[in-house]
């Protein structure tokens, strides 16, 4: 018999609590930041909140720089827009400030600033980060917007290559690029729900999912992290308490601050890895520019199914901890469908806009995907066709 080994790692400083926005020149003199760059999605470029973090840092005497470049899938080309506003402003600090987007977008500026060698070489396989030049990526000061991701408190980011790149800037082919590196950590992470409470319910519920999505895959893969399980089931927990709530009322904070504290939790224990859920979400994504966490949710229940055999006792295990009346497989599985149906999340790919002209080319991108390896049963071109089909027509498949 063998025994486990593994090398854990547990992020950063986050600051949480309702207003603490309000003290983010103090983070960034913290971190050795004095003109930052502030990186948005354009929908947030000129809203309030964005115009009051500009103002606290001016009024700080931390001159700032605005970018908002940032496609939905974002781009190499909005990475290198980014490097170049950066430079131009003579800044020494990122701040990301947005949703996932945003977020990947900051931290691969950040990343990139120093590198010689082209984005994809940093692509997270094997110990392609140890390629990296360390001195001169920039510090980062992180404030999600949403509670999904969980970026905030990443040391990787998705970002799409612009060969081929279809309208919207999504790529044509589906190539996405997770990039690693341990300094793309954000050195202070500050989470707010005031920053929150705007999200629309459909956004609010598909981010949710998200977060739910990376505890359940980071639950259930087969490496050995009992900080990253511990957290992941206690993600689990708090979704299920305040994901409904904040969807009947979007300013209810207390809901809101447990859903970015799950989020973060969805993050970090998805150091274990993810799975299949993933690894098809990503190319759907990119190939038909459906939204990563509405993607997730629809997709979950049918990976979980497939997955059965090999993660049945852990779901009853979370069932039992998230105080399911059942605490089984099943009881676990009816309680997420019935979540989906309660916050408007389709049942289908379809429903989504999928089609079945694709379906080659997202089983390929799936396989290769870096999230593949880490589900908890083997994936193959096959199994994947038949989880796709599963997704498409609305029939759970049988266990592998």
């Known amino acids: 018999m063998s025994l486990p080994t593994a090398v854990f790692s547990y992020p950063t400083t986050v600051r949480f609590g309702v207003g603490e926005r309000r003290g983010v020149a103090r983070s960034c003199a913290a971190l050795g930041i004095g003109r930052p760059l502030l990186v948005t999605d354009p929908g947030l470029k000129d809203l309030p909140m964005t115009q009051e973090l500009v103002g606290l840092l001016e009024k700080a005497g931390l001159p700032t720089a605005l970018f908002a470049e940032v496609a939905p899938n974002p781009l190499a080309s909005n990475v290198e827009a980014g490097i170049a506003a950066y430079r131009a ?6 701040i990301a400030l947005g949703g996932g987007s945003a977020m990947d977008c900051a931290k691969t500026i950040a990343f990139m600033l120093p590198q010689s060698l082209p984005l994809a070489s940093f692509e997270d396989i094997g110990s392609n980060w140890k390629q990296a030049t360390v001195e001169g ?25 612009d ?11 589906g190539t996405k690029k997770v990039i690693f590196h341990p300094k793309m950590l954000p050195g202070i992470v500050i989470l707010d729900a005031e920053l929150t409470a705007g999200l629309p319910r459909d956004l609010t519920a598909a981010t949710g999912f998200d977060a739910l999505a990376h505890c359940l895959e980071a639950y259930s893969s087969p490496l050995f992290h009992p900080l990253g399980d511990g957290l992941a089931v206690e993600g689990v927990r708090l979704i299920k308490n305040a994901l409904p709530r904040v969807c009947a009322d979007g300013g209810d904070l207390e809901a809101r601050g447990e859903m970015l504290v799950a989020a973060s939790m969805g993050a970090i224990a998805f150091q274990k890895g993810l799975g299949a859920v993933h690894a098809l979400s990503h190319p759907v994504g990119s190939l038909y520019r459906t939204h990563h966490g509405r993607t997730n949710a629809v997709v979950l229940p049918y990976v979980l199914a497939f997955n059965r055999r090999a993660i049945e006792a852990k779901m009853a295990r979370l069932a039992a901890y998230i105080g399911l009346a059942d605490a089984s497989f099943d009881g676990l599985q009816a309680w ?3 979540l989906r149906e309660e916050l408007g999340i389709e049942h289908t790919l379809k429903e989504l806009g999928v089609g079945e002209d694709k379906l080659e080319r997202i089983v390929e991108l799936a396989l290769i995907d870096p999230t593949a390896p880490t589900n908890p049963v083997e994936l193959t071109a096959d199994t994947l066709h038949a989880l796709l ?3 498409l027509d609305g029939t759970m498949p049988a266990a592998a």
């Open 89 to 94: 402003g003579g800044c020494d600090g990122v």
């Open 137 to 161: 990526i920039a510090p980062i000061v992180a404030l999600p917007t949403t509670a999904g991701t969980g970026s905030e408190v990443g040391r990787a980011a998705v970002i799409a290559l």
């Open 163 to 173: 060969t081929g790149t279809g309208p919207e800037g999504a790529p044509a082919d």
């Open 336 to 338: 997420i469908l019935q």
């Open 389 to 391: 089909r599963a997704s």
